[in-house]
Structures are given as C-alpha cells and as structure tokens.
C-alpha cells in the first residue's frame, strides 16, 4: 500500500560515509559544546522551558466559535467552501445513484467485465466474486455508498495530483518547492486533520472526500512528477526534432511513455483512499466504514467483520485490476470495451426487468455470531492463566512495567535540549543538514506548542512498536525472500492486514492485552507489518544473484550468504522498510488513544468528540511534527536524490 | 525544456470553478441544508438519525427506525457522530434529529436559543445518571467500599500497569461529559483517571475484569445495558446540588440525573410530516431501552431484530406516537 517505489541508485563507498559520519559527529558534538551551556544557563531543568512555550489554545477557541458563528454569512462560505460542498455532495450522489440503478447484477457484471478486459479472465472471476460476498454479508448498500464515495475521491485526488505532478514534473522550481509539501502530506497522520475539515464543512461525506483527497493524492503526483523526469531522453529528442510544439511533445510523447507510473500512481491512490474510508466514519462518512465504527460501539466484533471484509475484497480487487492495467498485459481494442460495455448494461437492465435491482435480504449470511463466539474463546482462553507463559493480560503488563514505562520515562526525564540533540545527530548521520534542520525544528515545535510531555509519551509507544515490528518484520521477510512457498502462503495474510481497517481489531487487541498504551502498541505492529515483510522481502530477492552467485561458488553458508552479502547489499530496501514502519505505526499509534494509548493521540480524540479545537488542532500539530521528525531521522538520504531525478 | 505554461494552468483553475459553480447553480451556497449525499434516494422520503457510541442511543434509533420504515413508509439512514459534533451536523441538517441527548447547555445556548437552527423535541423519557462503580462481587466482598471516604484504603486493589503506583479509575470516552479528574484532585483521592478512550475499549475491559472477578473502580452510567451481565454498585459520591458543577475545576459533588433530551433540526421539525411528529411524540421508559439494548449488546441481535421484537410486544406504548 504505501510502500515509496522508487528504486535507488547504488554505490556509496563505506569508507567515504564512515569518514562523513565521523566529521558530522565531531561537528555535533562542537555545537552542542557551545550552545547547551547557553540553553542550560538560560532555561534551567529537565522538561522544556515553559518560557519557550506559545499558548494557542486561545486564539484556536477564536477561530472555531468565528467559523461556527460565520459559516451560514460569510462569503468565504457561502461563495467558496460552500460550492466545494456542494460540488462533493452532488457527484457522490450521481455516482451513488448510478450504482443504484445498476443493481447488484449489473455492478457485478460490469465490474466483472472491466476486469476481464484488462486483467484477464481470472481476475474478471475474482472480482464478480468479490461483488457477491459483498451481497451475501448483507453489506451491498453500504458497499455501493463507499464506492461512490471512493470514485468521487479519487478522481478529485488524481486531478488533484496530476496538476500537481505535471507542474512538478516539467518545472524544476516548482518541483523543489512542492516536494517539501507532498512529503508533508504523506506523513501526516490522518486521524489528525479530520478536526479542521471537519470544522469547515461539517460532518458528512464533504468532509470525508476531501479529507481523503489531502492523503490520497501525493503518490499521484509524486509518480506522475517521476514519470514525466524519466521518460527515455532518445525518444523525447526523436519528437523534437520532428518539430512537435512543447504541448505536442507533452501529450503525444512525455505522458504517453509515463503510462506506467501513472498507472501505478492511481493504483496507490486508490490504496490510500480506501484505507481512509474508515478512518473518515469518524466524521460520518457514511458506508462500509461508519457499519465497522458502528459495530464497535456494540463491541460487535464479528460486526465488524462483516463490514471490514468487502473493504479489503474492495481493495484486493482494485489493486490486482490497476496493477495489471500498469503492467499492461492485455490492450483492449475499441471495438471489445463497446461489447464489454454493452454486455454490462444488458444484464443490468435484464435484472431490473426481471425485478430484482437490490440484493434479496433472504441471500445473506450471517457470519457475526460464529466470529464473535470465536473472539470470545480466544480471549477467555489466552487472556489470563495460560499454562507456564501467563496470559497475554500478562505480557502485556510486563510490557508496560519493563518496556513502555521505563522507555517514556527515560525521554521524559533527559533534558531536553539533549533531545533535540540526539535527533539532529541521528538525522545528520543518516540524511543531509537539511533533513536534520527540519527533524530538530519539528522536534521544537512539539515544545513550543506546549505538549513536550505526552509527545514523548507517544514517541516511546512509537520506539517500542518500531522495535518489534522490526524484529518480526525482517524475520519474516528474510523467510518470505528465502522460500518461494513461504512467500505465497504469507501474501493473502499480507493483503488482508493491510487492508483491514485497523477498527476492526481494536477489540480483539483491548480483549487480549487491556485498556492501556500495549493494546496501541499491538495494534500499530499487526498494522505496519505488512510493509515491512514485503519491502524487506523484495529487497532481499533483488540483491545481485552476481554477487550471490560469487559467494556461493566461495563456499559461503546459507548463514554466511545472508549477513555478508544480501542483507548489506540490500541496506537501502532495509532503510526503507524501517522507514515504513516508522510512519505507518505512528498512524496506528494515534488511532490507539481509542484504546487507552493516551497522550497524543487521545487528546485528538477528545477534540474530534468534543469540537475543542485548541486541544485537538494542537496535538495534531504535535503528531504532524513528530511524523516529521520520525521520518527525516530514518530517511535514507539516497531516497531523497532519487525522487525527483 | 521547461515549460511553466502559468496561463493554462489559470484556465484550468478558471474552468475548474466555473464547472463547479455550474454544477451547484450559481450564487451562494448554503451551508446551513447540506443533506447527505445519500439520502432521498430514488424518490424515496429519507429521515437521517444521529447515532450516538453506546447502545443505549442505537436503542431510541432502531425503535424509531422500525416504525418509521414499516409503519410511516419512509427510508432511514444513521449516521454515527460523537455528541458534540452531532449537534453541529443537526444545525446543518446533514442528520435531522437527536434523539438522546445528556445535557450540552452551550450547545443549547449557541444553537437553540441564539441560531435557532435546532429546536427542542421534548423528553425521551428515560433518566441518565453518571457516577463511580464497582462490581457487585467486590461490594458484597468490602461493604464499605462503596463511600469514597474509604476509597483510599483500597487504591491498591485497583492498580493496574497504566495507573503508576495508584488505584486506577477507568474513564471511558473522550465524548462524554466527565469531571473525573477534577473530582480525584478535589476529594484528594490516591487515584488515577485512565481513559479507555472509546466505550468499546471500556466494556471490553469491564467484561474481562468481571470475568475473573478482579476489582475495578470505574467511570459508568445508567440506564445501561452492561448491568444486567455485570452487577454493579454505584460509589457514593458528596451529594448533589444545584450549582455545584457550574466550576468544572472546583467540582466536589456527585453527578445529577438528568432527564434526556430529543433534539430536531429546525426545518426538519416544520417541514419533516409524520416523521417529525413522530419523533417529537416519541417516549419510552428506561426498562423499555433497556430490554432494546439488552437484546443488541448480549444476545447480539441486529438492531433491527431487537427492534421488531420490542415493537411486536409493546403495542400501546408505540402506537401513542404514531396517532
């Protein structure tokens, strides 16, 4: 899903960066000898200065109450958002009826036969099935409002992101400046922007789409803006000198031989739009989603379920289809989309006249009580009192006492300035002066907004989940890249807790592990671990089989093959996966204040339910700083270099 | 190379609105009715009910819901809203009533009484009450647990890994009205609030706790389905006066009970026929929701189900709303 695909050039000689680290640490070092006495002489203690701290709560409360009291008369409003309002409320609406009118057979069979044309047969099977469990877990209705939903966004988000991509991708001013924005975007959390759009347009679907938009259209732009850079320089130079205008050579050449990326673009931002639908129910979005949040509130796990499972049919469907379109495999003539369209509308109008538009209540399937009475076995069963390993109650207590307090604690109590020295080090060794600038400056702000304290709290869930996510992640990648089998059977595993909305396993995780920061933690290794198995595992399998092969013919043991050669040549898929990890976890982290994580991410929950803008705009300010910081502290420097070139 | 092209991308931004304006009719928009993208569908009439986290709200809505679907014709989209944010989307519009609401006098104030964009729907008929619990068995066990003169002798029975050395007092959503940890700083209890942060969580842990019989001390209300599973005694808290909460940071006193309130958007209530009338008219008791809720949260029901079987058992009670 969120994976950053862009291969990275090799050959950074050790010896040059050992040298690099080395100066940079002197360097660090240097400073630091010069500025903490300043630091310590002026603002004495351990936690941060409260001399340094800005109150915004009341200026935030002022701006909410102004937007509330002017939302129904200023022209801002009725001129502006209000269109934008509407626009959404009308497409979603057209889409929504469309599929209505569709009726379950004609949806089926047009989504079917679209597969078909561009995937192939299997795929065309596969999704008519999709369509029909849909049906048959009673969910087609909302199944059909999420699609709506999803089609308006992400046409808005590649809109969106084309323009973006286009102005970035053919302007090397503008790329420089939106990169910092796009980067942005895809580090945010999106649990904390909800507030703000929330604020403006109410809740419902407006809110929703363009809340997705924010988070689904950086990998649009990004691979667009890489598509239109990479494009073969021959052929470029072939069309000028045929004497094309610039706008020729952009639509008849650049874009053309960008299909590719763009391709994949809308592939990962369909990813991300679905995986927000449900985060976006939170603000009443409405569909799959809001059944999912709904069934929690009745601690309805099998519920849950139920409405979970065609949102990853959704998205397994929606990732196969556009990734076999960016593979290209079939092309479709003209003449066979008309028959495959045609073929669609007659089986949708066969349905209606046939009188049978919605799905037949009598069809559906109840899996809720089967699920729930399994969710309840397991937890009495592991909770507490398991033979000689103690329940999982238990672990997570010790996981709490040993690790998480100790670890909170620790970053609690250095001072602070040792804090942000610890980042600007950490950042320097592994990317550039800038990335470092940005990481010790975002640290900052955390303190300057005044939430020093439980933005430590929630980097140390952050540090303890990051930790073992690694340790399973890279295990399990290392077997997925060394065995074909183990591979295959892991990647339906894969797909569905990448793509199951992290709602629905809230409750599993607080029956087994308690209302506390373990059940967070929990939730936010099943969520980012995914990622990181795949990118280890593709990093591993691509390491030079020349090298390999060399190593082998030496005599090397499977062990010897595994540490000296494939795990150093593939540092950058390494870095990248950690990378990953790291952005991903903190996004799961914060959906753990539902569960007891507290700190942070509580306090966005607690501004989303009681419209506190000051509390819940400030710790989504504070989330978006850490993000930052936990990303340019494990951001590759290569990763970087590459993404415009 | 380089081609900023700045004059098309202004036509693009240019068309770009002119189709929106287009799209929405020109001249302003109105964000006061924002309907859901969803409703009215196929001419049908639609009626948007807010949903609140606990069941007992999903209770009113699925008793509501069934009688305006079979017995009023109309078609019934939920949303789920936080309570606060739901009377944001009630002066909008985007739902058209609240059915249970625990007392907001902002919100009354701001949108009630100043926008007159909501309207007052009269009394569910069912009274909250907020206090401290703890289980039955642990009460029957300590007898005198259930002052909270002597909560402190017993913090350490409540202490958990989340409550740093104290008893832990469980809180559960941040959407609820609390005054919690005002109330531990004032009566100088050895006590530390944890937030489950959803009910959901919250229930989750009750049920564990009481399924080994282990002590907690936590944040509850009623009526509320979970105390006919898990018996549970209420704390004695200082009594109750008017006015003793008005200072939400010198707060002393117990919780009041409050009688629960329905809430109409205003357009809704003038222009909404039968359903409107039908909901302002809609009353029950706190058996009536809980027998609902019962069915919902612990025989795991659908909503809709536990709804058909109330209404096919108390035919005098609904057949008063719907003359």
Not at chain 1, 143 to 164: D, E, N, R
Not at chain 1, 377 to 386: D, E, F, I, P, R
């Amino acid at each position: 899903m969120a994976t950053v695909t862009a291969a990275a050039p090799r050959g950074v000689l050790p010896g040059l960066l050992r040298n690099r680290a080395a100066r940079k640490i002197v360097l660090v070092v240097i400073a630091a000898a010069v500025l903490v006495p300043l630091a310590e002489a002026r603002w004495a203690g351990g936690s941060w200065p409260g001399a340094l701290t800005v109150d915004v709560s009341k200026p935030l409360a002022g701006v909410g109450d102004w937007v509330i009291d002017n939302r129904d008369s200023h022209p801002l409003f009725l001129y502006f958002f209000g269109h934008i309002s509407n626009a959404v409320v009308l497409s979603v609406r057209a889409v929504y009826l469309t599929l209505l009118a569709g009726g379950w057979a004609g949806v089926t069979a047009l989504g079917a036969l679209v597969a078909w044309r561009v995937a192939g047969v299997r795929l065309a099977l596969g999704t008519a099935a999709a369509f029909l469990v849909c049906g048959v877990l009673g969910m087609w209705v909302p199944t059909m409002q999420t699609l709506a939903l999803m089609v308006v966004a992400v046409l808005a988000s590649v809109v969106v992101g084309v323009l973006l991509g286009l102005a970035a991708g053919l302007s090397d001013r503008l790329d420089r400046a939106l990169r910092p924005v796009l980067d942005t975007m895809q580090v945010l959390p999106a649990f904390a922007y909800l507030l703000p759009v929330v604020l403006v347009f109410g809740i419902g679907v407006p809110a929703a789409v363009l809340a997705t938009v924010v988070y689904a259209a950086p990998p649009m732009a990004r691979l667009t803006a890489l598509g239109l850079r990479g494009a073969d320089p021959e052929v470029l130079e072939a069309v000028e000198s045929l004497g094309a205008t610039g706008r020729q050579r952009l639509l008849t050449a650049r874009i053309p031989l960008a299909r590719k990326e763009l391709l994949l673009g809308l592939n990962q931002t369909i990813m991300m739009a679905l995986s927000m639908a449900v985060i976006a129910s939170v603000i009443g979005a409405g569909g799959l989603g809001d059944r999912v949040y709904q069934a929690l509130a009745s601690v309805d796990v099998g519920a849950a379920l139920a409405a979970g499972i065609p949102i990853v049919l959704l998205a397994v469907v929606l990732d196969r289809v556009t990734a076999a379109a960016g593979a290209g495999e079939q092309h479709g003539g003209a003449v066979r989309w008309a028959y495959a369209g045609a073929a669609g509308v007659a089986v949708a109008l066969a349905a209606r006249l046939l009188g049978r538009p919605d799905w037949p209540a009598s069809w559906t399937l109840d899996m809720a009580g089967p699920v729930d009475r399994a969710v309840d076995w397991m937890t009495a069963h592991l909770y507490s009192g398991v033979p000689y390993l103690g329940g999982t109650a238990d672990w997570a207590g010790r996981f709490t006492t040993w690790v998480l307090d100790p670890l909170r604690d620790g970053l609690q109590w250095l001072p602070w300035w040792s804090v942000l020295l610890i980042v600007a080090t950490l950042a320097w060794l592994i990317g550039t002066w800038r990335t470092a600038l940005t990481a010790v400056l975002a640290m900052a702000a955390t303190g300057v907004l005044g939430v020093w304290k439980p933005s430590l709290d929630t980097l140390s869930q952050v540090l303890a989940a990051v930790a073992v996510t690694l340790v399973l992640g890279f295990a399990a990648g290392v077997a997925a890249a060394r065995s074909d089998r183990f591979a295959r059977a892991l990647r339906p595993v894969l797909d569905v807790f990448q793509t199951l909305p992290q709602f629905v396993y809230l409750i599993p995780v607080v029956a087994l592990f308690g209302v506390g920061r373990a059940p967070a933690v929990a939730a936010a290794v099943v969520y980012a671990l995914p990622a990181v198995v795949r990118i280890t595992a593709q990093g591993l399998r691509q390491v030079d089989p020349a090298a390999l092969e060399s190593a082998r013919s030496l005599g090397a043991t499977g062990r010897q093959q595994l540490w000296q050669v494939q795990l150093p040549l593939a540092r950058r898929s390494l870095l990248l996966a950690v990378n990953q990890g790291v952005v991903l976890v903190l996004a799961v982290v914060i959906i753990g204040g539902l569960v007891g994580g507290g700190a942070l991410g509580y306090d966005v929950v607690f501004g989303l339910a009681q419209g506190d803008l000051a509390t819940g705009l400030v710790a989504g300010a504070a989330i978006v700083c850490l993000g930052l910081v936990l990303d340019r502290v494990t951001q590759p420097t290569e990763r970087r270099a590459t993404k415009g070139a | 190379m380089r081609t900023p092209n700045l004059g098309r991308r202004t036509a693009l931004t240019v068309s770009w609105a002119a189709a929106l304006s287009l799209l929405t009719g020109c001249g302003a928009a109105d964000m006061t009715r924002q309907a859901s993208p969803f409703a009215n569908a196929r001419g049908t009439r639609t009626v948007t009910l807010s949903v609140q986290s606990w069941v007992g709200a999903q209770s009113n809505v699925a008793v509501a819901r069934y009688l305006l679907e079979h017995r009023l014709g109309y078609r019934v989209d939920t949303v789920q809203v936080d309570e606060v944010p739901a009377w944001d989307a009630l002066s909008q519009g985007r739902v058209d009533a609240i059915l249970e609401d625990w007392g907001h006098p902002d919100q009354e104030k701001r949108y009630v009484d100043d926008k007159r964009t909501i309207v007052r729907g009269g009394g569910l008929g069912v009274t909250g009450h907020i206090g401290w619990y703890v289980p039955a068995y642990l009460a029957e066990q300590h007898p005198d647990i259930t002052d909270w003169r002597n909560l402190d002798r017993y913090a350490s029975l409540f202490r958990t890994p989340e409550s740093g050395g104290k008893g832990q007092l469980m809180d559960g959503s941040p959407s609820y009205v609390t005054n919690d940890k005002a109330l531990v700083a004032n009566l100088k209890l050895n006590y530390q609030v944890v937030f489950a942060g959803s009910e959901a969580a919250q229930i989750t842990q009750m049920k564990q706790f009481a399924k080994e019989r282990k002590p907690f001390l936590t944040y509850w209300y009623t009526p509320q389905w979970l105390s006919g599973e898990v018996p549970m005694t209420e704390v004695k808290l200082p009594p109750y006066r008017e006015g003793c909460d008005a200072d939400a940071a010198k707060v002393a006193c117990a919780y009041p009970h409050t009688p629960l309130q329905k809430y109409l958007n205003a357009g809704f209530a003038e222009n909404g026929g039968e359903a409107a009338a039908f909901l302002k008219r809609f009353r029950w008791t706190t058996e009536d929701q809980n027998e609902v809720s019962l069915m919902i949260a612990d025989q795991k029901l659908t909503p809709a189900e536990a709804a058909e079987k109330w209404v096919a058992g108390h035919e005098s009670t609904w057949k008063a709303w719907l003359s």
